[in-house]
């Protein structure tokens, strides 16, 4: 069974930094594309940024600048720094794996910035 687990997440302050980490145990991880999503209350999931299998990476117009996603095929990881935090970050972040014909989800690790 394919799992994705975060961690990383927790209580910071406005301007602070962050850095999430995803875990998985797909044999396939080198061929998925690897993706961050957050949900705020009361909106909808969004994407934060996202990593090819070849190490594109895509990222939200919110976060350009501030987060940095990466993964280390090796240790099947992907990351994602976040710098310069506010209060609008704030939000569940979720892990993705996914390609054509498969997608998963982690669980969701909580992210809270104070003002």
């Known amino acids: 069974q394919v799992q994705l687990v975060e961690s990383g997440g927790g209580l910071v302050h406005s301007g602070g930094s962050l850095r999430l980490s995803c875990a998985g145990s797909?044999?396939?991880?080198?061929?998925?594309?690897m993706g961050w999503y957050r949900q705020a209350p009361g909106k909808q999931r969004e994407l934060v940024a996202d990593?090819?299998?070849?190490?594109?990476?895509t990222y939200a117009d919110s976060v350009k600048g501030r987060f940095k996603i990466s993964r280390d095929n090796v240790k099947i990881t992907v990351y994602l720094q976040m710098d310069s935090l506010s209060p609008e970050d704030t939000a569940v972040y979720y892990c993705?794996?996914?390609?054509?014909?498969?997608?998963?989800w982690g669980q969701g690790t909580q992210v809270t910035v104070s003002s």
């Open positions: 993705r794996a996914y390609s054509r014909i498969s997608d998963y």
């Open positions: 990593i090819t299998s070849g190490g594109v990476s």
């Open positions: 797909l044999r396939i991880f080198r061929t998925v594309t």
